[in-house]
């Protein structure tokens, strides 16, 4: 099957079973991968990123965006909003079925590691120091370096890019983000990368798994957004 839709949809599996892969590896009791630590992890995110425009330009998304923020943006700069809704909901429902896949993947480990704060961090991001209205706008900075940066590498500006280097830049660009700006939130800058697996840990019977913290939950989904509306009129406002 290729259609955008499932493109969408199967990247962005790709993406967060990948993503959430290696934080679990890194965080869970009893894995090899036990405090391998954050370059592991921003390393694990820019591969997965990458790994994720491929799928799903294979599979039928030649926009491959996997990640709400960066479909609002270029909705409002394109002016063309037909995609919106049908690439959120192949979005969410991606990352959910991703999260849900690494739950299986790392089954024994659930049990082996005590801490429920550390379960709830492989599935969703949380501050470092909680001040919702700052933690809001280093999201938001995130978000729109990203869809910036995503818009400086396919742009004419650039000199264009060989098949295939762009979505290994894009990687590229995720890993800067996280080394950069990822310290204060654990850089969600994307709405189904962080509401989709919380959803999954709120569901799945994850062994002492504790609470899904849905009092921050907001902010990965509203202040990506808003970085991707600030994007997306700037990239307007110069194309």
Same mark, same amino acid.
């Given at each position: 099957?290729?259609?955008?839709?499932?493109?969408?949809?199967?990247?962005?599996?790709?993406?967060?079973?990948?993503?959430?892969?290696?934080?679990?590896?890194?965080?869970?009791?009893?894995?090899?991968?036990?405090?391998?630590?954050? @370059?592991?992890? +921003?390393?694990?995110?820019?591969?997965?990123?990458?790994?994720? @425009?491929? *799928?799903?330009? +294979?599979?039928?998304?030649? $926009?491959?965006?996997?990640?709400?923020?960066? *479909?609002?943006?270029?909705?409002?700069?394109?002016?063309?909003?037909?995609?919106?809704?049908?690439?959120?909901?192949?979005?969410?429902?991606?990352?959910?079925?991703?999260? +849900?896949?690494?739950?299986?993947?790392?089954?024994?480990?659930?049990?082996? =590691?005590?801490?429920?704060?550390?379960?709830?961090?492989?599935?969703? =991001?949380?501050?470092? @120091?909680?001040?919702?209205?700052?933690?809001?706008?280093?999201?938001?900075?995130?978000?729109?370096?990203?869809?910036?940066?995503?818009?400086?590498?396919?742009?004419?500006?650039?000199? &264009?890019?060989?098949?295939?280097?762009?979505?290994?830049?894009?990687?590229?660009?995720?890993?800067?983000?996280?080394?950069?700006?990822?310290?204060? =939130? &654990?850089?969600?800058?994307?709405?189904?990368? $962080?509401?989709?697996?919380?959803?999954?840990?709120? @569901?799945?019977?994850?062994?002492?798994? &504790?609470?899904? $913290?849905?009092?921050?939950?907001?902010?990965?989904?509203?202040?990506?957004?808003?970085?991707?509306?600030?994007? &997306?009129?700037?990239?307007?406002?110069?194309?």
């Amino acid at each position: 099957m290729l259609s955008p839709f499932w493109g969408e949809f199967l990247g962005t599996l790709v993406l967060i079973t990948l993503g959430t892969g290696v934080v679990a590896g890194a965080l869970l009791e009893k894995s090899k991968a036990q405090n391998a630590g954050w @370059i592991v992890i +921003t390393t694990g995110w820019a591969f997965a990123v990458m790994l994720g @425009i491929f *799928t799903a330009k +294979t599979f039928g998304s030649q $926009d491959a965006h996997l990640n709400p923020a960066v *479909t609002l943006a270029f909705a409002i700069q394109k002016g063309e909003w037909q995609n919106v809704l049908p690439f959120f909901g192949a979005q969410f429902s991606g990352a959910f079925v991703g999260a +849900t896949i690494t739950w299986l993947h790392y089954l024994p480990h659930w049990r082996e =590691t005590q801490s429920s704060e550390l379960k709830l961090a492989v599935f969703s =991001t949380s501050p470092a @120091i909680r001040r919702p209205f700052a933690n809001g706008i280093s999201e938001m900075l995130g978000t729109t370096m990203l869809v910036v940066g995503v818009y400086v590498i396919f742009s004419r500006g650039s000199g &264009g890019v060989t098949a295939g280097i762009g979505p290994f830049l894009v990687g590229v660009l995720v890993w800067a983000i996280g080394l950069s700006m990822g310290g204060t =939130t &654990g850089y969600a800058i994307n709405p189904a990368r $962080d509401l989709g697996p919380r959803l999954a840990h709120a @569901i799945l019977p994850i062994a002492g798994k &504790g609470s899904s $913290d849905w009092q921050y939950a907001w902010v990965p989904v509203v202040a990506p957004l808003a970085g991707g509306a600030i994007a &997306g009129f700037l990239l307007k406002s110069v194309s």
